[in-house]
């Protein structure tokens, strides 16, 4: 995953970025904390984004906007060669929750691609 702040234009062929799941941020934030407080909104994000990227063959998806309490922004996105990534950390978080539905959709979309 990569964070582009503000004057990124790159996501020109999706709807508006600033229509994204926006997370407020402390300065120097712990990432770990973080992702251990978001953690299932954040899997949810990743996996309907690459699922959205791989239907419409998209080279990269923006999944979510971070607003820093010092004014700055950003955008959270997920380039293709870290599809495969991803999709397995989203699988054993799934597998962890029981929810096998997901689990096999994800198998699915690693198979084909």
């Known amino acids: 995953m990569k964070i582009e702040y503000d004057n990124y234009s790159g996501f020109s062929q999706f709807d508006d970025v600033s229509s994204l799941p926006v997370f407020i941020l402390e300065i120097g934030f712990d990432a770990v904390a973080f992702y251990d407080k978001h953690k299932l909104d954040i899997v949810n994000l990743m996996y309907n984004g690459v699922t959205k990227a791989i239907d419409n063959d998209f ?10 309490l010092d004014g700055r922004r950003a955008t959270l996105s997920i380039s293709r060669d870290n599809f495969d990534n991803i999709l397995n950390k989203c699988l054993v978080t799934f597998e962890e929750l029981e929810e096998y539905e997901k689990c096999n959709e994800i198998v699915k979309l690693l198979k084909i691609k």
């Open 59 to 68: 080279l990269e998806i923006p999944i979510c906007r971070l607003h820093f």
